[in-house]
């Protein structure tokens, strides 16, 4: 009899993700580290994941438009070194490690990014920050960054919350087992020897039948 339609009621959250400007990937620029640091360039802005070549195996098959959401903040430290704070935000689809199913897990990857210009330097950054080499030329890709801070970002094993169908569990029983017991049994040459010598004496039993 009673409908309750109203148990739900909306908190007005759902805009929240429009407040960056939507920027093609290809438009992303190129910076020279140094440069970027020392005028403390900042950019925020929002890409199609789809657009950028390394986070492709994760677009949603139901979204594809899906955007990442980034905050970039070039600046150096008292120490002088060549700093960056990066945020990123989005919605990646992975593979259920127990149903083997897709699904769509939100994404949160923040990171204090410390460049560097060989390994040597690379090894002496501190555990809080993230070494990025830079090119050649002293420069970094945004969209590399971007790249990198959601690939880190990934859990290692994602299963659904409810509880799904292992997938696992006849293949372990099918195609688990069986070429173990084949690869510990190994060829013995010998083996081999026994059956070439019995070959030649063994035809007169095959006859045997057709004499009779
Ligand atoms: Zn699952």
Redesign the pocket.
């Given at each position: 009899m009673s409908v309750d339609n109203g148990s739900y009621p909306l908190d007005g959250q759902s805009g929240s993700g429009a407040s960056r400007p939507l920027q093609s990937a290809a438009s992303l620029p190129r910076l020279m580290v140094r440069m970027a640091c020392d005028s403390e360039r900042a950019f925020s802005a929002s890409v199609r994941l789809a657009e950028l070549p390394r986070l492709v195996p994760f677009v949603p098959h139901e979204a594809p438009e899906t955007s990442l959401d980034f905050d970039l903040r070039f600046f150096r430290d008292e120490g002088r070194a060549l700093l960056a704070t990066l945020d990123v935000q989005t919605t990646v689809q992975v593979e259920?490690?127990?149903?083997?199913?897709p699904?769509s897990l939100p994404l949160v990857g923040s990171s204090l990014l410390q460049f560097v210009y060989n390994d040597d330097q690379a090894e002496q950054v501190g555990d809080a920050r993230e070494p990025v080499l830079v090119d050649a030329e002293g420069g970094v890709a945004i969209s590399n960054l971007l790249e990198e801070e959601v690939l880190m970002a990934l859990p290692t094993v994602s299963?659904?919350e409810?509880q799904?169908?292992p997938?696992w569990q006849e293949e372990v029983e099918d195609d688990g087992v069986e070429p173990l017991v084949e690869r510990s049994e190994r060829p013995n040459p010998f083996a081999a020897l026994a059956e070439q010598w019995r070959t030649p004496g063994s035809k007169g039993s095959g006859k045997k039948g057709e004499d009779q």
């Open positions: 259920c490690a127990r149903c083997l199913q699904m299963m659904h409810h799904c169908q997938a």
